[in-house]
T-cell receptor, first 116, second 113 residues
Framework: GAVVSQHPSWVICKSGTSVKIECRSLDFQATTMFWYRQFPKQSLMLMATSNEGSKATYEQGVEKDKFLINHASLTLSTLTVTSAHPEDSSFYIC????????????FGPGTRLLVL | AQKITQTQPGMFVQEKEAVTLDCTYDTSDPSYGLFWYKQPSSGEMIFLIYQGSYDQQNATEGRYSLNFQKARKSANLVISASQLGDSAMYFCAMRDSGYALNFGKGTSLLVTP
């Protein structure tokens, strides 16, 4: 089946630093990638939709200047958490969709971020 | 706006028995898609099954089947012959017009020997 990778799987950083998370679609070209955030014992919440070659669309309440998304190619999207704070500690997970009439989305393994 | 409701925070089932996980939804879109994902403790989201709003038959994938009742706006997941490895969180989700997924709160399933 389709495979989506995420790197890193774990990151611990100091408050105020920036962290970049990569999401790669390995088996297909992803016209659209989605970034979700999941706090402990909660559900996944959509942060933004990333379309190749265009600006990302952010959900209400998600700061676009804090969570920078770049979808430079059909196989790579990156999420950069700028000036991270402890409240940004969460599980970040991306998903990829091939486009067209393809319904299935495949998720990456996720990245656990801990900001000290 | 779309809404996904999973009313069972936790469920128990004995190994080899069948279990039904409930999911109801609300949407004004005539065309929509419903998904079920499994999330083990590792955190990865594993795709289980998909049902399109215009699909005539209920979706099935191995031991997973989706009991789709459009008039009642329900899309329950049925797992047959439960296995210990089925213990995990299960999320029902609906795609929006932009193909992003809106998730329910999830159901924690524990399969006992």
């Amino acid at each position: 089946g389709a495979v989506v990778s995420q790197h890193p799987s774990w990151v611990i950083c100091k408050s105020g630093t920036s962290v970049k998370i990569e999401c790669r679609s390995l088996d297909f070209q992803a016209t659209t990638m989605f970034w979700y955030r999941q706090f402990p014992k909660q559900s996944l919440m959509l942060m933004a939709t990333s379309n190749e070659g265009s600006k990302a669309t952010y959900e209400q309440g998600v700061e676009k200047d804090k969570f920078l998304i770049n979808h430079a190619s059909l196989t790579l999207s990156t999420l950069t958490v700028t000036s991270a704070h402890p409240e940004d500690s969460s599980f970040y997970i991306c998903s990829s969709r091939a486009g067209g009439r393809q319904e299935t989305q495949y998720f990456g393994p996720g990245t656990r971020l801990l900001v000290l | 706006a779309q809404k996904i409701t999973q009313t069972q925070p936790g469920m128990f089932v004995q190994e080899k028995e069948a279990v039904t996980l409930d999911c109801t939804y609300d949407t004004s879109d005539p065309s929509y898609g419903l998904f079920w994902y499994k999330q083990p403790s590792s955190g990865e989201m594993i795709f289980l099954i998909y049902q399109g709003s215009y699909d005539q038959q209920n979706a099935t994938e191995g031991r997973y089947s989706l009991n789709f009742q459009k008039a009642r706006k329900s899309a329950n997941l049925v797992i047959s012959a439960s296995q210990l490895g089925d213990s995990a969180m299960y999320f029902c989700a609906m795609r929006d017009s932009g193909y992003a997924l809106n998730f329910g709160k999830g159901t924690s399933l524990l399969v006992t020997p």
